[in-house]
């Protein structure tokens, strides 16, 4: 996901995307352990690349309102 459309999330929609991706990435690690050659290599890292998009942009958010 691009970072303009996390933005526009709220906190818990964020949260539950988080959720959701974490719990796909686990999926396809999974398979990738037991020696399946997985369909699309590269959708770890974007997963991945993605989860830590959402944990900037949750920062972002608490850091706004605490101020």
Avoid: H, Q, W
Wanted: net charge positive; charged share 40%; no cysteine.
């Amino acid at each position: 996901m691009k970072i303009k459309e996390l933005r526009s999330f709220n906190v818990d929609d964020l949260k539950k995307k988080k959720i959701e991706i974490r719990k796909e990435l686990m999926k396809e690690l999974a398979m990738s352990s037991t020696g399946t050659i997985p369909k699309n290599p590269g959708k770890l890292g974007a997963m991945k690349r993605t989860i830590a998009r959402i944990n900037m942009t949750l920062a972002e958010k608490e850091a706004k309102t605490k101020a």
